[in-house]
């Protein structure tokens, strides 16, 4: 990168970062740190709630699906509105009215003390896992920018970002990202429009659609029903709203956010709002994948999108790499050739030849070159931004994404120190041990992070990140969405049932992983309903009768 990308970056980050460490000077006691004093108004509460969720993967990796896959990934995301009235009217007013610093409270008072750990447990391993992904991602960028080795890189910004977040707290997390979403918003606005802009002047919106169409860019609406298609407007609307509503409703990464507004009043008008802007957002995020894919059908398209592996293949068998290059290449000026004629039927199909050739060079990575990152969607925005930005524009726009991990990634390693310091610290051995509650959040924000960090060192093993989030969620939200669901509306139910089918629905989840093709939008489905059915069910046969209680037992006192 030139100087001035450099002094853009650096200038950027550095101004978050110590604004972070600065806020630390104001952290007086837990209430301040964790839940920044409870004085966000509902603007405030939107950004942080939008901001926590928009991690870089949002931004590398959603790009990248587009470009592969078109529009059709913003399904996802059709429940979420309704989730959002959902937790406005029954989550927030519970939680103000219990005053609780994280969601897994209010399960011991509603059940037991078991089944809050129990809850806080899932929630630490699911959101540990996802804190190592928002670590990989901006990772992927240094790493391919100053061509550094990606494990080390994983380790250099997980340290950043412990330090950024140990200094400030919840409170820093939340005001620096008001900054950082205004930053990303106008990012990614520059990208749509310099990719615009920089297409053929004979490409224009009405070519631009009907290349994409022929792609099936834009067929961003599924209505035939599968279990096994991830993504249909069924799946989008009825396992979306699980997903959302366990994510938002018991993530404490998540209710840290809108549980730090100023009042419940407040904390409702900013999901409602999130609920309105998310879906919109989403889909421009795709749109620029999309238009990515439209300018890379007249432009010189790499045959990999991740550099490393270009050098390292093309080294490795390079008489094989410029065959597979001289007949991409060849493709790639006949389409531009159809296309000059309007035959874009003939073009696509000349674009699942290309894609042949990438699946051959994906295979002989795989093959023999296993530690690196075969599938290189998670390329093809960084290749843009790297080959096709203006000085200046690049250290933007990285710093655009970096922003965006810093935001996330800080939320989540507050939510698991918060988590780890109210339901486990000062719920079983603050009693015993007299130390300070600041000093011990902080402690643990530092040890969540090296976890992060060790997590970040296996994710170039899995698929797409944006999709590979999402199925370490649908995995264990469902459970925990099940139990809630029980506390608010099986009054009659206890802890003991709602333990016993919370553990049966993590069983089955984890069977519909590993042995079904089931979509993963379904997990949540049923492991919700398990939980709701099977605790019913056992307490209608008296489950406690059948249990001997232990009047030692620690978790009953």
């Not at 380790?155 to 707290?169: E, K, M, Q, R, S």
């Not at 022929?214 to 709203?241: C, E, M, N, P």
């Not at 710093?399 to 939320?411: E, H, K, P, R, Y």
């Amino acid at each position: 990168m030139h100087w001035i990308d450099w002094t853009v970056l650096l200038g950027t980050i550095g101004f978050i970062v110590l604004y972070g460490i600065v806020q630390l000077r104001k952290q007086i006691s837990l209430e301040d740190y964790l839940l920044g004093s409870q004085s966000n108004s509902w603007w405030q509460t939107t950004i942080a709630v939008m901001a926590t969720q928009a991690s870089a993967i949002t931004f590398i990796s959603t790009t990248g699906q587009g470009f592969s896959d078109g529009l059709k990934f913003v399904q996802f995301y059709f429940g979420l509105p309704l989730a959002m009235i959902v937790i406005g009217k029954v989550f927030i007013p519970a939680f103000y009215k219990l005053k609780v610093f994280t969601a897994y409270e209010y399960l011991e008072q509603r059940f037991d003390l078991k089944t809050r750990l129990l809850a806080s447990t899932i929630f630490l391993i699911q959101r540990g896992l996802a804190a190592g992904l928002t670590i990989y991602a901006p990772s992927i960028i240094l790493s391919t920018v100053l061509d550094w080795n990606l494990q080390w890189t994983n380790i250099a910004v997980g340290l950043a970002v412990i330090v950024y977040t140990v200094g400030g707290g919840s409170k820093a997390v939340t005001v620096t990202q008001v900054q950082q979403m205004g930053l990303i918003l106008i990012g990614m606005l520059i990208i749509f429009f310099h990719i615009y802009f920089h297409l053929p002047k004979e490409v224009g919106f009405t070519k631009i659609i009907q290349i994409a169409s022929a792609h099936h860019q834009l067929d961003f609406i599924q209505t035939k029903f599968s279990w096994v298609d991830r993504y249909t407007v069924w799946s989008g609307v009825i396992g979306g709203f699980f997903l959302s509503l366990a994510y938002f409703g018991t993530d404490q990464s998540q209710v840290s956010r809108y549980i730090g507004a100023k009042s419940s009043e407040e904390s409702k008008q900013g999901m409602y709002m999130n609920g309105i802007l998310k879906i919109p957002m989403q889909f421009f995020i795709l749109t620029c994948g999309v238009l990515l894919f439209v300018f890379y059908q007249f432009s010189s398209q790499p045959l990999h999108f991740n550099e490393q592996v270009r050098t390292t293949v093309s080294g490795s068998a390079p008489s094989q790499w410029k065959e597979w290059s001289s007949t991409f290449d060849s493709i790639q000026l006949i389409k531009q050739q159809l296309y000059s004629q309007e035959e874009y039927d003939k073009a696509a199909l000349l674009t699942e030849q290309q894609q042949s050739i990438k699946s051959n060079v994906k295979e002989y990575t795989q093959q023999h070159f296993p530690q690196l990152e075969s599938n290189d969607k998670d390329y093809v925005f960084m290749e843009y931004i790297l080959h096709h930005l203006p000085i200046g524009l690049i250290g933007l726009l990285i710093a655009v994404i970096l922003c965006a991990a810093m935001s996330s990634t800080s939320a989540e390693l507050n939510a698991l120190a918060a988590t780890s310091t109210v339901d486990y610290f000062k719920r079983l051995f603050s009693k015993h041990l007299n130390w300070n509650d600041i000093i011990v959040s902080k402690l643990l924000t530092i040890a969540w992070g090296i976890i992060a960090i060790g997590f970040s060192l296996y994710a170039n093993l899995f698929e797409n990140l944006i999709q590979l989030i999402n199925i370490i969620g649908s995995l264990f939200y469902g459970t925990v969405l099940g139990i809630f669901l029980v506390a608010f509306y099986r009054k009659n139910v206890g802890g003991n049932a709602v333990f016993i089918a919370a553990i049966a629905a993590q069983l089955f989840s984890f069977y519909m992983f590993k042995f079904t093709n089931i979509g993963f939008l379904w997990y949540n489905v049923f492991a919700t309903l398990i939980v709701l059915g099977l605790a019913s069910l056992l307490q209608y046969i008296n489950i406690d009768d059948m249990i001997k209680k232990s009047p030692n037992d620690p978790l009953e006192k």
